[in-house]
């Protein structure tokens, strides 16, 4: 189960920065070829790229290939080295509970409002927020308590 989410945050990362690519380039080609500037390339783009990095962040965490500060406990022992690691994924459990938390007040915070170009509902974007905090956090806490080594 926590595989498939890992996989399924990874593709979604792909298909959305595809997404970004082939929006941007046919926004150029369009605007300096054509003189058209379509409205919903940029927002559509935006969002696809938020949504990226975010998938991406998520999935990064279930092998612990997240952002580490690992300069100073490589040159530890290796039982003080996992001690550490045991700490900075518990500080990264909490760190995502509390941005899962966070970002579920801010869905709520939207509700009712429309994008600028496209009119849409902003909560159904800004649902990526949690979902990708939520992600992090089961990714975090199946590291935490399995003690599963970090990979470089």
């Not at 696809?48 to 990064?60: D, F, Q, R």
């Not at 009712?112 to 905090?133: K, N, V, W």
Request: charged share 10%; aromatic share 10%.
């Amino acid at each position: 189960m926590i595989e498939w989410l890992r996989r399924f945050a990874v593709g979604l990362s792909a298909v959305a920065l595809a997404a970004v690519f082939v929006l941007v380039v046919m926004q150029v080609v369009l605007r300096y070829g054509f003189g058209i500037t379509p409205y919903f390339t940029t927002e559509i783009a935006r969002f696809a790229m938020v949504w990226s990095v975010l998938a991406g962040a998520a999935a990064s965490v279930a092998p612990g290939q997240h952002i580490a500060v690992s300069f100073l406990s490589e040159i530890l022992p290796a039982r003080v080295q996992a001690g550490i690691d045991r700490g900075f994924d518990l500080l990264a459990a909490v760190l995502f509970g509390v941005l899962t938390w966070a970002s579920v007040q801010s869905v709520g915070a939207v509700v009712g409002q429309t994008s600028d170009g496209l009119q849409i509902p902003l909560a159904g974007p800004y649902a990526m927020l949690p979902a990708a905090f939520g992600a992090a956090l089961v990714f975090a806490l199946r590291r935490l308590l399995r003690g599963a080594p970090r990979t470089q």
